[in-house]
């Protein structure tokens, strides 16, 4: 049995999505060749780490809405993504991580009507297809969407202002085109990976100005995008570089992973 929902193709979208957006921002090289070669990331245990909580999370969460027991499906979830990515994570981390959500998240918020990684595909007339997986998306009893959020993993703690991030105003700006409603908060559930982890919750209202800043981005995305597809797959139309060298060492596209990119360098840290 498949515990994990998320899906695993998201890197050969070519709709403007909440990945794109949030990867254009760190390399505007590597997000131009996602769209047109579509490679798919190489795992590490950081990244497996945080699918692995992410698949445990849902499995908390689905438990909680069909008044069903926990148990121990959010560790099995979490071993299937290791599995998956052949990647080796810290399953009593794991443990600890869904314990804490048990005890810190659960309470803040009611997850009758939760959806779980819902797909979101929407073709607007000013920016083209929007596409997106919330990771949780939730609901009034009557159907009114009424909070994005997103969870994560990290080595501190986010900052109040973090919140008011892109990809959390894209996650608005799609489920106000899919619905016709404009969810009231957004949020980040974060798993603090220091010597005592702990999970961090911070929540925004949605509001003009998240809307407006997240609008001006994704409408000059949305051009570049437009721009791109006149001129071809070949075009130079993305060229801004990593904002930080390091980035460049795990790259799909660098030319050490068989991978095109002219302008990866090798051997910085991720200060450079």
Not at 114 to 137: F, M, N, R, Y
Not at 217 to 232: H, M
Not at 244 to 266: D, F, K, N, T, V
Request: net charge negative.
């Amino acid at each position: 049995m498949t515990l994990v929902l998320r899906p695993q193709d998201l890197h050969a979208r070519r709709a403007l999505s909440k990945s794109y957006l949030t990867l254009a921002d760190m390399c505007e090289t590597k997000a131009g060749y996602s769209r047109t070669l579509g490679w798919a990331p190489i795992p590490n245990p950081r990244m497996t780490f945080g699918s692995a909580v992410d698949a445990a999370v849902e499995q908390i969460i689905a438990a909680v809405r069909a008044g069903a027991p926990i148990g121990l499906i959010p560790r099995q979830a979490a071993a299937e993504v290791a599995d998956r990515d052949e990647q080796p994570i810290d399953l009593d981390e794991i443990d600890l991580a869904v314990a804490g959500f048990e005890t810190v998240v659960l309470p803040k918020f009611d997850w009758s009507w939760a959806s779980l990684q819902p797909h979101l595909s929407v073709p607007t007339a000013e920016w083209g297809l929007l596409d997106g997986h919330p990771d949780i998306l939730l609901h009034a009893e009557d159907g009114t969407p009424t909070a994005v959020l997103d969870v994560k993993t990290a080595q501190r703690a986010k900052l109040e202002s973090d919140v008011r991030s892109v990809e959390l105003g894209f996650y608005a700006l799609l489920v106000q085109a899919d619905s016709g409603a404009t969810p009231g908060t957004v949020g980040y559930l974060t798993w603090v990976r220091v010597k005592r982890p702990y999970w961090q919750v911070l929540t925004a209202t949605v509001d003009d100005d998240l809307l407006a800043h997240t609008t001006a981005l994704v409408d000059r995305r949305a051009a570049q995008l437009r721009l791109a597809e006149s001129l071809g797959p070949e075009a130079p139309v993305m060229v801004g570089g990593p904002r930080w060298r390091g980035l460049c060492e795990s790259c799909e596209y660098a030319p050490w992973q068989g991978g095109p990119c002219p302008i990866a360098r090798r051997g910085a840290s991720n200060g450079d």
